[in-house]
């Protein structure tokens, strides 16, 4: 799955902040849309970062249904 797809997906049930620090680790934030819980990743890789948050959100879908 593209990135891009991924970020869609993501988007529709979270609001994702990026932010790289001085050691240019990606910082991302999700923050859920329905209940406001939080969720934190660093990670060196844009694609990698992208890749837990997606994973973090199936785990959500999957839990919940």
């Known amino acids: 799955?593209?990135?891009?797809?991924?970020?869609r997906h993501i988007l529709q049930l979270?609001?994702?902040t990026l932010d790289v620090d001085d050691?240019?680790?990606?910082?991302?934030?999700?923050v859920s849309k329905r209940n406001h819980t939080s969720c934190t990743f660093i990670d060196k890789a844009?694609?990698?970062?992208?890749?837990?948050?997606?994973?973090?959100?199936?785990?959500?879908?999957?839990?919940?249904?």
């Open 23 to 30: 050691d240019e680790n990606f910082h991302a934030v999700l």
């Open 1 to 7: 799955m593209k990135n891009t797809t991924k970020l």
């Open 46 to 65: 844009y694609s990698a970062i992208l890749a837990k948050a997606f994973g973090h959100m199936m785990k959500e879908i999957k839990s919940k249904g």
């Open 14 to 16: 979270y609001t994702l």
